[in-house]
Every structure is written in structure tokens, then in C-alpha cells.
């Protein structure tokens, strides 16, 4: 009974003494290289902005949810870091459930929505355009709600 609990007790401070652990949270936290971030740049061969969070909206409407203004602030920050990019497309993607006249309407308004949030964060409004796809370009065929959800997107192109 002893052995198992200096054991017990052995691995967890030893995973710690290694580094690869902190089982009881009491290290200093590591300093990171580069801050955290919800929106990343694209990787190698790819022109879609990475979002670790999509953009979300109140139901059926264009209005942005607020849980997204984080996810909004670092897509400014990262696009106002890489003048380079002159032409940023933002592509409004809407699920199929509707009628597609409906979706492709608010899939567009999404997107202006989301034009009109990133330039109020000082990004140049003449790098940036809106197109609303509605529900032509899936990404997975849907068939239940978590198809839908993946399906309801913007996307960012940089060029």
C-alpha cells in the first residue's frame, strides 16, 4: 500500500521535473512567442484565413453575435499585419434549409456585416469585398444539424 502511494505521488512530480506537465497549475506560465490568437494566417497553399472560431449570428438575421467581435478583432489585427494582402474577399455561406432565394439574401447581408464590423476596426474598406454565396458552395453534405452548422460560414480569401 505504501509503494502504490509514493507512486502515485512519484510520477505526477517527476512528469513536473521534466516539463511536461504541470498536474497542480502552480508553474509560471510559459511565455509564448506569439500572442494568442482566433484567426491565423493561411497556411501553405491555401489564400482561406484560419479561424480557431467561426463568426456567428443571431438567427436568421445579419446581426453579428457577440461572442464573435473577438474572433472579428483578431481577423482586423492579422489583415492590418499583412498589407500585402490587397484584396481580402468575404464570402457569406449559408446551410440549405430555406428557401435559396432567403439564404442567398442573408448570406450577402452577412457578409456586408461583417465588411462594415472590420472596417469600423481600421481595416481599408477598398481592400475589402462581400459576396454572399447562400447555400451553393457546401462544405459537407448535410443531413443533420451539425452538417447545417458547418455549412453556415465566412470565409476570408486573401489575395
Do not use: C
Amino acid at each position: 500500500m505504501h509503494r502504490l502511494l509514493v507512486l502515485a505521488l512519484l510520477v505526477p512530480a517527476l512528469a513536473f521535473a521534466q516539463g511536461k506537465d504541470d498536474p497542480y497549475g502552480d508553474a509560471p506560465p510559459a511565455e509564448e512567442s506569439e500572442p494568442s490568437r482566433l484567426a491565423l494566417v493561411p497556411e501553405e497553399g491555401s489564400d482561406l484565413l484560419r479561424l480557431l472560431q467561426p463568426i456567428r449570428f443571431t438567427t436568421g438575421s445579419t446581426e453579428i453575435a457577440t461572442i464573435s467581435k473577438l474572433v472579428l478583432g483578431d481577423v482586423a489585427a492579422v489583415l492590418n499585419e499583412h498589407p500585402e494582402w490587397t484584396r481580402i474577399d468575404i464570402g457569406g455561406h449559408t446551410d440549405a434549409v430555406g428557401a435559396d432565394a432567403e439564404n442567398l439574401a442573408l448570406s450577402q447581408g452577412r457578409a456586408e456585416a461583417v465588411k462594415r464590423a472590420l472596417v469600423a476596426r481600421e481595416v481599408a474598406e477598398g481592400r475589402l469585398t462581400a459576396t454572399g454565396y447562400g447555400e451553393t458552395k457546401p462544405i459537407v453534405q448535410a443531413k443533420d444539424e451539425i452538417g447545417h452548422a458547418k455549412n453556415r460560414r465566412v470565409e476570408f480569401r486573401v489575395k
